[in-house]
Each structure stands twice: as structure tokens, then as C-alpha cells.
């Protein structure tokens, strides 16, 4: 069973800068896709950001990029969210998904599994 448990979230002014972490367990997820997804009350949840364990290639939402960088640490099966230069528009619950179904690494209906999220607050 994986489980996946994201952290790191709170409150930060515009402009700086927070490190989220998704721990997973279960199984070993060096060669999956991992991802990075968040949702605003009321809309749908959206792509941020996934990392192909394969070879280690990146995808961005193109809102992000640039500000934003995801990483893993295969040893500890964990997967990063660096997030700099926040907006308040990047308000939102950030959570890591896993076991993509398909190719589309940016449709969240796709993944299988999810962790709890976190909230990420960016004052102005």
C-alpha cells in the first residue's frame, strides 16, 4: 500500500521562498513519475510540477517555472518542492501523487495515489 505524506507548508510573505516534502512508502519509487499538484476551494486541483524517476526528467506549469524546482532524494524516497519568488496567486493545498497511469504526467485523474496535501499561504 503506498502512502504518501507531504509537509512543509505555512505562511510566507510574497517573494520568499518554501521547501515542501513528500515522504513515500510502501514501495521503492526511484523509477516512477512523481508529481506535484495544488488546488484552490472551489477549482479543480492542477498541475505543478513532476519529475520522471526514469531518467530524471523535469516537467513545469509554465506559471512556475523558473521559480519553482522539484527534486528527489531516491535514498530517503522522498520527493521535493522548492518554491522561490511566491505569489499570491501560488495560495493553494500542494499535494505529491504517484502511480501515473498513463503518460499524461499533468492530468491529475491519472494518478493513483495521493497524499493528505499541505496548505501554502503567500501574504502580499
Known amino acids: 500500500h503506498v502512502h504518501l505524506v507531504e509537509s512543509g507548508g505555512g505562511l510566507v510573505q510574497a517573494g520568499g521562498s518554501l521547501r515542501l516534502s513528500c515522504a513515500a512508502s510502501g514501495r521503492t519509487f526511484s523509477r516512477d513519475i512523481m508529481g506535484w499538484f495544488r488546488q484552490v476551494l472551489g477549482k479543480e486541483r492542477e498541475f505543478v510540477a513532476a519529475?520522471?524517476?526514469?531518467?530524471?526528467?523535469?516537467f513545469y506549469e509554465d506559471s512556475v517555472k523558473g521559480r519553482f524546482t522539484i527534486s528527489r532524494d531516491n535514498a530517503k524516497n522522498t520527493v521535493y518542492l522548492q518554491m522561490g519568488s511566491l505569489k499570491p496567486e501560488d495560495t493553494a493545498v500542494y499535494y505529491c501523487a504517484t502511480d501515473l497511469r498513463s503518460l499524461s504526467w499533468y492530468r491529475a485523474s491519472d494518478y493513483g495515489s495521493w497524499g493528505q496535501g499541505t496548505q501554502v499561504t503567500v501574504s502580499s
Open positions: 519529475l520522471r524517476g526514469s531518467d530524471g526528467r523535469t
